[in-house]
């Protein structure tokens, strides 16, 4: 994986429930920290885009993807545990 990568997260929220402000404040920390200047986040919430997020396979929220650089990767919760969520999405190399 090139560091120099752009990386593309797709966040489905469900309105300004608490833990989709949570998610969203952690993975904006975590992209400041381990992705200076290199990330997108697209924010979707399902309340207003329902049909998105059924298209999308979107059963829970709040549910992040990692669209670019591939694979794609899924994660659903706060993200609120660093280290597990670099895990998940296969940045965990970023954080060393």
């Known amino acids: 994986m090139s560091r120099c990568a752009l ?3 797709r ?4 309105g300004d429930a608490q833990n989709s402000a949570r998610a969203l404040a952690n993975l904006t920390a ?17 309340l207003r885009e329902p ?14 993807i990692k669209l670019e650089p591939p ?3 899924r994660i659903v919760g706060t ?5 597990t ?12």
């Open 79 to 83: 993200l609120s545990q660093t280290q």
């Open 7 to 9: 990386f593309k997260f």
């Open 11 to 14: 966040l489905y929220v469900a």
């Open 51 to 64: 049909k998105r997020a059924l298209a999308d396979d979107i059963l829970m929220t709040p549910t992040l």
């Open 71 to 73: 694979p794609v990767r």
């Open 30 to 46: 975590l992209c400041r920290t381990h992705l200076p200047d290199r990330h997108e986040i697209e924010v979707v919430d399902v």
């Open 85 to 96: 969520v670099l895990q998940a999405l296969g940045l965990d190399k970023l954080a060393k």
